[in-house]
Nanobody, 122 residues
């Protein structure tokens, strides 16, 4: 089992910055890809950014140029640096990780954090 714990959320003004962190514990050696999702009230959870174990990154179009994702494999930690924040970035941000190990159904184990609230005031 893998536990993911996020931190770094909070209230910030438009144009401000935040850095989210997510630390993986437990069977963290099996972690492959990590990422961040967000969910605003009344909306579906959406992908924000992902990073592979080798450091390949992908970001949603809505955050390109403003957000960046990085990871420290030695610390089992993934970061999301958010700059030039906008009110529409307000959401609960969830850390996500998948495993190199697969379930009996042939899909990788997937883990979620409990979420951290980001609120951007206008």
């Amino acid at each position: 089992q893998v536990q993911l714990v996020e931190s770094g959320g909070g209230l910030v003004q438009t144009g401000g910055s935040l850095r989210l962190s997510c630390v993986a514990s437990g069977s963290a050696r099996g972690i492959n890809n990590m990422g961040w999702y967000r969910q605003a009230p009344g909306k579906q959870r959406e992908l924000v950014a992902t990073i592979s174990s080798g450091g390949y990154t992908d970001l949603a179009d809505s955050v390109k140029g403003r957000f960046s994702i990085s990871r420290d494999n030695a610390k089992n930690t993934v970061y999301l640096r958010m700059n030039s924040l906008k009110p529409e970035d307000s959401a609960v941000y969830y850390c996500n990780a998948d495993s190199v190990f697969y379930t009996d159904a042939g899909t990788p184990y997937v883990y979620w954090g409990q979420g951290t609230q980001v609120t951007v005031s206008s």
